[in-house]
């Protein structure tokens, strides 16, 4: 088969799944089967800057960064950090009820505890590995958060181990308290017996089983289809 024939036909057949452009010598296709073979990609943590929307609405605040969980290539899957898209956030979170010391758990890049903020004193944010929390300190360094108190708790755990490293916060020291990772009810059952002082604690998308928990513990489950749904005790 002649040359030209040959890089025609092997082009047929890898372009599709190398996503790059055509082979151009025989050379080239030697060049990039040895790169294959050797290649070692660079794992990474991609971070993107996008602006920020509540309810499709654009807002009149600064571009946040976040993590691009399409192009991070290193394995992220243990982490412990949010699992509320920061999108999904809820910006009635600055609308619910008010309080004086308020506890979030894995922040959305540090957006819920400057929603919080609004109807706080102080706002403790807890982030789980350094890269979080240095993203949620960028974000609300941005932000104007001169109306209320904002301080961090770095702690170094993933998802099997949360529950455990949670145990280390004093809990009755505060009396919101937001769970923003899909580690809540391991985490309240570690501390149920902590807190002492809350009314208020916030949890995305509980289920059946940890509705029931909360509420054979004396929580009533707050649901408002125009706000953050959330937990409350007298």
């Known amino acids: 088969m002649a040359t030209r024939e040959r890089l025609d036909e092997r082009n047929a057949v890898t372009r599709e799944s190398r996503q790059r452009g055509a082979f151009y010598c025989e050379a080239d ?120 108190k904002q301080q961090f708790i770095e702690l170094n755990c993933n998802i099997h181990d949360a529950h455990e490293v949670a145990k280390a916060i004093e809990w009755n020291k505060y009396d919101t308290i937001r769970l923003g990772s899909s580690s809540c009810e391991r985490i309240y059952e570690a501390i149920r017996l902590k807190i002492t002082r809350a009314k208020v604690i916030y949890c995305y998308n509980p289920g059946p089983r940890f509705i029931q928990t909360m509420t054979q513990d004396g929580w009533a489950y707050m649901q408002n289809l125009k706000a953050s749904d959330y937990f409350a005790k007298d």
């Not at 070692?40 to 993107?48: A, D, N």
């Not at 807002?59 to 950090?81: A, C, G, K, L």
């Not at 809820?90 to 929603?115: E, F, M, N």
């Not at 706080?120 to 982030?127: I, R």
């Open 29 to 148: 296709i030697e060049y990039w089967r040895e790169r294959k073979a050797t290649y070692v990609p660079v794992k990474r943590l991609v971070l993107v800057k996008k602006p920020l929307y509540f309810n499709n609405i654009k807002q009149d605040t600064p571009w946040i960064w976040q993590v691009d969980r399409r192009e991070t290539n290193i394995d992220i899957s243990d982490w412990e950090m949010s699992n509320i898209a920061v999108t999904q956030t809820g910006s009635s979170l600055r609308k619910g009820p008010k309080g004086t010391h308020c506890l979030d758990w894995c922040s959305t890049a540090g957006i819920s505890s400057w929603l919080l903020g609004h109807s706080h004193e102080t706002v403790t944010t807890v982030e789980c590995r350094k890269e979080l929390k240095t993203i949620a300190q960028t974000n609300l360094n941005k932000f104007k958060t001169d109306f209320y």
